[in-house]
């Protein structure tokens, strides 16, 4: 099991920029690839973006195509998420998750280890 420590959520307005961060600690990080995900009030828990262990291979949800950008950083144990552009509809708690599969996946069920996960309010 891999414990996930997410940071970097807040409050932005509109047009904004924030960096997200999800530590990683308990097992090899590198034998892991990495997704974001999140979940606004009332509804379910969404795919958001997904980075392949080695880094070379990341898928993104439509809703964030071209605004958030996902990477990681395995002397550090984490992965980011940069979310520029953002728009209110993007207030959600996010969380990241850890995969050991080797192919990608946007279901939370093909993901092993979880985060408590992070705020992201923006207001309009």
């Known amino acids: 099991q891999v414990r996930l420590v997410e940071s970097g959520g807040g409050l932005v307005q509109a047009g904004g920029s924030l960096r997200l961060s999800c530590e990683a600690s308990?097992?090899?990080?590198?034998?892991?690839?990495m997704g974001w995900f999140r979940q606004a009030p009332g509804k379910e828990r969404v795919f958001v973006a997904y980075?392949?262990?080695?880094?070379?291979?990341?898928i993104y949800a439509d809703s964030v195509k071209g605004r958030f950008t996902i990477s990681r950083d395995d002397a550090k144990n984490t992965v980011y998420l940069q979310m520029n552009s953002l728009k209110p509809e993007d207030t959600a708690v996010y969380y990241c998750?850890?995969?050991?599969?080797?192919?990608?996946?946007?279901?939370?069920?093909?993901?092993?280890?979880w985060g408590q996960g992070t705020q992201v309010t923006v207001s309009s």
């Open positions: 308990g097992r090899t990080f590198s034998n892991y690839a």
């Open positions: 980075i392949s262990r080695s880094g070379g291979g990341t």
């Open positions: 998750a850890a995969r050991q599969g080797p192919t990608y996946s946007v279901y939370e069920y093909r993901y092993d280890d």
